[in-house]
């Protein structure tokens, strides 16, 4: 027979693609099952029992803890710290992300480690590493007999042991997502006649807005929460050195339990707040991201 005379093979069926996930319903049932019990006995019910016990005897009693002098002391100060504390790290962050992600020089990997080492020294350590630099007998003892200015058991202590466990949380929040984007925008508003400020200001501020937001949300919340190292710091003088935290742990020693635990669900709402924003940012995030990469296209 003539090849041109041959049948036509016919075309090969398409194949089916293979699902993603090949486990059992029971498998996949199962491990939510797991997850969710797992949250509900580590996260959920220490939550709900925070809350009982700070209602227990009562709203008025409740609202007399939160108002009680020193506790409107460890309010005002833990706000104090924050307020400090968190800007100073955005501009350390924003300087050192800018650093990292727009320029090559010696000694950066050593600059993002030495970021990182909040993340993996103690806060106990962090705060005995203070004591011993400006304690009665630190090393730089001189320097603040010299300037006048206490550091070791009051506010200036207590705000540098803060700025340096949350050191990490801005910049790192600012560093994959500015080195993601290159200097390409930079770049070509430079080429435009615009400053570094300006530059700054039009162009790289506004690419890095949402996660630099993230980072402060980050910073602000484990500020207001930090215990270890402010703990050593502070000397936990009540109703003038005691952050939130610490005026929680004086309370429960001495068995004020619906006290502590009315000034522990402050906490508890922060860290709502805290997952709430995190939530709206996380998706304002990614429909920015999403919305670029439309345009690209």
């Not at 350590?125 to 550091?151: D, E, M, N, R, T």
């Not at 984007?181 to 615009?194: H, I, K, M, Y």
């Not at 001495?254 to 997952?275: D, K, N, W």
């Amino acid at each position: 027979m003539p090849a041109d005379t041959l049948p036509a093979l016919p075309a090969p069926a398409p194949r089916k693609p293979r699902p993603v996930a090949t486990e059992s319903p029971l498998v996949k049932w199962s491990l939510i099952a797991v997850a969710l019990l797992f949250l509900g006995f580590f996260l959920f019910l220490p939550l709900v029992a925070v809350f009982v016990e700070a209602f227990r005897n009562g709203l008025s009693a409740y609202l007399a803890a939160l108002v009680e002098p020193d506790a409107l002391a460890a309010i005002r100060l833990t706000l104090i710290v924050a307020a400090i504390s968190v800007p100073l790290n955005v501009v350390f962050g924003l300087a050192a992300a800018w650093a990292v992600a727009k320029f090559d020089f010696k000694g950066k990997s050593l600059l993002i480690t030495l970021i990182d080492l909040p993340f993996s020294v103690s806060p106990v350590i962090a705060g005995l590493v203070f004591v011993l630099l400006f304690g009665a007998q630190g090393y730089l003892h001189w320097l603040v007999a010299a300037s006048g200015i206490k550091i070791v058991f009051a506010i200036p202590g207590i705000v540098l042991a803060t700025i340096f466990v949350t050191l990490p949380f801005v910049a790192r929040e600012l560093i994959p997502l500015m080195q993601e984007q290159g200097t390409g925008d930079e770049e070509a508003a430079v080429s435009l006649g615009a400053s570094g400020w300006s530059t700054f200001r039009r162009v790289t501020l506004p690419n890095v807005k949402w996660a630099l937001l993230y980072g402060v949300l980050l910073c602000n919340a484990r500020a207001m929460g930090e215990f270890g190292a402010v703990s050593v710091i502070s000397g936990r003088i009540r109703g003038v050195t005691n952050t939130m935290p610490l005026h929680v742990e004086i309370l429960y020693n001495e068995y004020a339990f619906s006290a502590a635990f009315a000034v522990a669900t402050l906490l508890a709402a922060l860290a709502f707040l805290t997952l709430g924003f995190k939530a709206l940012l996380e998706a304002r995030f990614a429909g920015d991201l999403a919305a670029t990469g439309r345009a690209g296209h």
